[in-house]
């Protein structure tokens, strides 16, 4: 991290300094931030005289001494708090009065790092991501007692050296870190409650929502030994909140060192770096297929209806399903068997299909069972969604569905944040696209798909479940009350 940070400023035009315990750890880095500048320069993305100039900026520290005269200087060490505040202590009798200290922490509170020391209003928080030169975003923290003008210096050096800054408040996991938490969390959820594999909420996730990564490879590419611990802090500085629980799968796979890519087994198993993803069932072959009635109460019902008649379907209106008759519901939040029950439908005959997300949109079709369901309801099912060549997933009976679950709970945390003055639902929305690489902001997900729609999952969920982890924000209760965009008001 600290080796990138170099790289950036040194480019941009910086005297950097470098200083490490260990010597030869500045040397090792100083080496290969040069070939590194050598390989831009091959691509053509540097000139030589770029190279040379910024070869000519890096600079080693012997002791901490040598950077007395350093108008910024930001720590990169490890994640420890006692660590942090014994080198700030040492620093703040080195360098200059105005000299601005940041700290790099990704977890760790900035006021506390800050107590104690005589000057603790030139302290921020400077969060950057791992790689530092392609990860153009970097979160500006101010402590309890930071300076205003400490903050504004930090958001205009980030933009001088090429980077999106973001304010936020000094509060565990800052924005990047705690919107995080619904992405990660909820799949592991999803799969302790037996409801889909690893590599099928992957796939769902991917294929329906857009995102680059399923959260169960994006787990094992950062690797356990970093995001479990994270999972813990963000936890635990929140007083045990429901929302950002941890889950007892990623807990037993750190102390087993199963931790992903870097151990070659996590989630999957890794042979010359490339997982083994099992591969996907076959679509069944039926000889005939039931009429379908449709349930009345169905998500995107006139949707659902062309669908059925684009695939060939035969399609019963009456008010209620035949004897024969596959029965379709499409829930939101409600599991299928509560539906089945509640619409006094013939559960051996129902089938879910999740329609939160319009089917045009989507790469990917989700449909789920219920405990009494029927294999050959269920393979019918199967065979008439994927008629058209679009992959189909059936997953087992489940509030919500994996894509309603895990984007109702990145909406959820993500308007919480809001609610918290965080930060501006403008920078919230930059700091994960950036920070996270999800295909849309999290707000932006609630507009996309409907606030209503997202805060009909949570409180059926909350119905379901019992569970207050699905309590809906204050944030998007309003908004979604009274249908306004989320991103019409910035706090």
Not at 209 to 238: A, W
Not at 240 to 250: A, L, M, Q
Not at 416 to 439: F, H, N, S, W
Not at 469 to 474: G, H, L, N
Request: net charge neutral; aromatic share 6%; glycine share 8%.
């Amino acid at each position: 991290m600290g080796r990138g940070i170099a790289q950036i400023a040194a480019q941009a035009g910086s005297v950097v300094r470098l200083y490490d315990t260990q010597p030869a750890a500045v040397q090792k880095a100083i080496q290969e931030l040069g070939a590194q500048w050598d390989r831009l320069l091959e691509k053509g993305r540097m000139d030589a005289a770029a190279v040379a100039a910024a070869k000519e900026r890096l600079h080693p520290a012997s002791s901490l001494q040598d950077l007395a005269d350093c108008k910024l200087v930001v720590e990169a060490v490890v994640e420890r708090l006692d660590v942090k505040r014994s080198l700030f202590a040492e620093l703040e009798g080195i360098v200059g009065p105005d000299a601005v200290l940041a700290t790099n922490t990704s977890s760790l509170s900035v006021t506390a790092i800050a107590a104690g020391l005589k000057r603790p209003q030139r302290v921020a928080g400077y969060h950057f991501f791992n790689p530092v030169p392609l990860m153009k975003v970097v979160e500006v923290i101010a402590g309890l007692k930071t300076d205003p003008s400490v903050c504004e210096g930090l958001t205009e050096y980030a933009r001088q050296i090429g980077h999106t800054p973001v304010q936020a408040q000094d509060t565990p996991g800052f924005i990047v870190n705690h919107a995080g938490r619904g992405y990660n969390t909820e799949a592991l959820r999803i799969a302790g409650e037996g409801i889909a594999d690893f590599a099928t909420i992957d796939r769902i996730l991917r294929d329906q929502v857009g995102f680059k990564l399923g959260p169960f490879e994006l787990m094992d590419l950062t690797g356990l030994d970093v995001s479990h611990p994270v999972m813990e802090s963000v936890y635990r500085q929140y007083f045990d909140e429901p929302r950002y629980r941890p889950n007892v799968i990623t807990a037993q796979r750190l102390a087993g060192n199963v931790l992903g890519r870097k151990t070659g087994e996590g989630f999957y198993r890794y042979v010359d770096g490339k997982a083994q993803v099992p591969a996907e069932p076959p679509v069944p072959t039926v000889g005939e297929l039931p009429p379908v009635w449709v349930s009345t109460r169905a998500a995107r019902r006139p949707e659902l209806y062309q669908l059925l008649k684009d695939l060939g379907a035969k399609v019963e209106t009456g008010q209620s399903p035949s004897m024969n008759a596959l029965t379709i519901v499409a829930p939101l939040g409600f599991d299928v068997t509560t539906v089945a029950v509640v619409e006094r439908l013939d559960p051996a005959r129902t089938v879910g299909i999740d329609m939160l997300v319009e089917d045009g949109a989507t790469r990917r079709r989700v449909l789920a069972t219920n405990p009494a369901t029927r294999a050959d309801m269920r393979d019918a099912a199967h065979a008439l969604f994927a008629r058209d060549g679009k992959p189909v997933s059936v997953i087992r009976d489940s509030g919500g569905f994996v894509t309603q679950r895990v984007v109702a709970t990145i909406v959820n945390i993500a308007s919480d944040i809001c609610q918290q003055r965080i930060c501006t639902p403008k920078d919230l929305e930059t700091a994960v696209t950036l920070g996270l690489g999800y295909p849309l902001g999290p707000l932006a997900m609630g507009d996309r798909w409907g606030p209503t729609n997202v805060l009909e999952v949570l409180f059926n969920m909350q119905t379901v479940y019992g569970d207050p982890r699905y309590r809906p924000s204050p944030w998007l209760r309003r908004r979604g009350a009274i249908g306004l965009s989320l991103l019409q008001e910035e706090n």
